[in-house]
């Protein structure tokens, strides 16, 4: 007999620079708790052991068009596992304040090149959401450097969309486990 979706384990394990990439993570993980399953959000920096859960979701900020160091360093730390278990990914920028089909491209291209060294890592979903840029938390030379970069500053965050995606992914991690 096999095991309930419910009595299984999903980690959403996030690399946020800013707090954005966490709320968002958070956000992915509530949407999930709904369903009745456990989940575990934590940075990538604070796990100990992934292996310990079922299903992993993990989210990155992306900055000069890369992954967080921190994600691509956790997965390479955790490649094995990752080969494993149902994974979903999302990442997190500005780039998709304007959610055009190019912008999608260019986004799930930096994303695709965090994860080309890892080919056997086949993410079941794959997803890119607008952030926000909080100026209080970063210094004068980050506020100047995102102005002249993207022009405006702001929240671009669809959390709605981000719910939905969390909706959509649920079916595919429990099934897949």
Known sequence: MSESPKTKRILVVYASR???????AEQIAEALRLKGIGVET???????????YDAIVLGSAIY???????????????T?????????VF????????????NHALVEKWV??????????????VEHFAGAVAFRRLNVL???????TFGERGDWRDLN??????NHIYPLLVNEI
């Open 18 to 24: 800013g707090g954005t990439t966490r709320e968002i």
């Open 42 to 52: 934590a940075a990538v920096k604070k796990v100990s052991n992934a292996g310990d």
């Open 64 to 78: 000069f068009r890369r992954m967080m160091p921190s994600a691509v360093r956790f997965i390479r730390q955790n």
């Open 80 to 88: 094995s596992i990752l080969e494993a278990c149902p994974v979903a």
């Open 91 to 102: 990442s997190v920028g500005a780039q998709m304040r304007k959610p055009t089909p190019k």
């Open 112 to 125: 695709r090149r965090g994860l080309r060294p890892y080919p056997n890592i086949q993410p079941i979903s």
């Open 142 to 148: 980050w506020r100047v450097l995102l102005i002249i």
């Open 161 to 166: 969309a981000v719910r939905t995606w969390a």
